[in-house]
C-alpha cells in the first residue's frame, strides 16, 4: 500500500516562495510518476506538475511553467514542489499523487494514491 505524507505549505506573499515534499512508502511498482495537483474553493482540481521516477522526465501545467519545479530526492523517496512567484491564483490546497506505470500522467483520474493534501495561501 502506497502512502504519502505531504508537508511544507502555509501563508506565503505574493511574489514570494514555498517548497512543497512528498514523502514516500510502501509503493513497490518498477515505473512510476508522482504529480503534484492542487484545488482552490469551488474550483477543480487541476494538473500542476508530474515527473517519472525512473527517468526523470517531467512535465507542468501551462500555469506554472516557469515558476514551480517538480525535483526528487531518491535516498529519501521524496519528490518537492518548488515554488516561486506566488501569487493569489496560486492559492490552493495541493495533493501529492502517486500513478503506477510508464505514463508521466496529468489527470487525476490516472493517480491510484493520494496524499491528504497541504494549504497553500498566498496573500496580496
Known amino acids: 500500500q502506497v502512502q504519502l505524507v505531504e508537508s511544507g505549505g502555509g501563508l506565503v506573499q505574493a511574489g514570494g516562495s514555498l517548497r512543497l515534499s512528498c514523502a514516500v512508502s ?17 474550483k477543480e482540481r487541476e494538473f500542476v506538475a508530474a515527473r517519472r521516477w525512473s527517468d526523470g522526465t517531467t512535465v507542468y501545467a501551462d500555469a506554472v511553467r516557469g515558476r514551480f519545479t517538480i525535483s526528487r530526492e531518491g535516498a529519501k523517496n521524496t519528490v518537492y514542489l518548488q515554488m516561486n512567484s506566488l501569487n493569489p491564483e496560486d492559492t490552493a490546497v495541493y495533493y501529492c499523487a502517486y500513478a503506477a506505470g510508464l505514463t508521466v500522467a496529468r489527470r487525476s483520474s490516472e493517480y491510484g494514491y493520494w496524499g491528504q493534501g497541504t494549504q497553500v495561501t498566498v496573500s496580496s
Not at 510502501?26 to 469551488?42: D, I, L, N
Open 26 to 42: 510502501g509503493g513497490t511498482f518498477s515505473y512510476y510518476t508522482m504529480g503534484w495537483f492542487r484545488q482552490a474553493p469551488g
